[in-house]
C-alpha cells in the first residue's frame, strides 16, 4: 500500500521558518522523483519544488527560489520542504507528491501518487 505522509504544517507568523516532512512508504522511494505543491482556499494547485531520484537536481518555482528549498534522504525515505521568510501569502495546503518518471514532469502535476496534504497558515 503505497503511502504518503505529509507532516510539520502549522501557524506560524509572518518570517517564520517551517520544515515539512512527507514520509512514505509502498514503493521504491530511491527510484521516483519527487515535488511539492501546495493549494490555497479557492485557487488551483500549484508546483512549488522537485528533486530527482537520488537528489541531485532540484527545481523550484521561479516566485519561492531563495526561500524554500527541497530535499531528500533516501535512506529515510522522506522528502523535505524548508520555508524561510514566511509570508501570509504562503497559506495553503502543502502537498507532496511522487513520480517514476523525470522529475520535471512534476512541474506540470504529474505524478503518480500524491499524499493528503498538511496545512500551512501564516499569520501577518
Known amino acids: 500500500q503505497v503511502q504518503l505522509v505529509e507532516s510539520g504544517g502549522g501557524l506560524v507568523q509572518a518570517g517564520d521558518s517551517l520544515r515539512l516532512s512527507c514520509a512514505t512508504s509502498g514503493f521504491s522511494f530511491a527510484s521516483y522523483a519527487m515535488g511539492w505543491f501546495r493549494q490555497a482556499p479557492g485557487t488551483e494547485r500549484k508546483f512549488v519544488a522537485t528533486i530527482n531520484y537520488s537528489g541531485r537536481f532540484t527545481y523550484h518555482a521561479d516566485s519561492l527560489k531563495g526561500r524554500f528549498t527541497i530535499s531528500r534522504d533516501n535512506a529515510k525515505n522522506t522528502v523535505y520542504l524548508q520555508m524561510n521568510s514566511l509570508e501570509p501569502e504562503d497559506t495553503a495546503v502543502y502537498y507532496c507528491?511522487?513520480?517514476?518518471?523525470?522529475?520535471?514532469?512534476?512541474?506540470?502535476?504529474?505524478?503518480?501518487?500524491w499524499g493528503q496534504g498538511t496545512q500551512v497558515t501564516v499569520s501577518s
Open positions: 507528491a511522487a513520480t517514476k518518471d523525470s522529475y520535471s514532469d512534476l512541474i506540470e502535476s504529474k505524478a503518480d501518487y
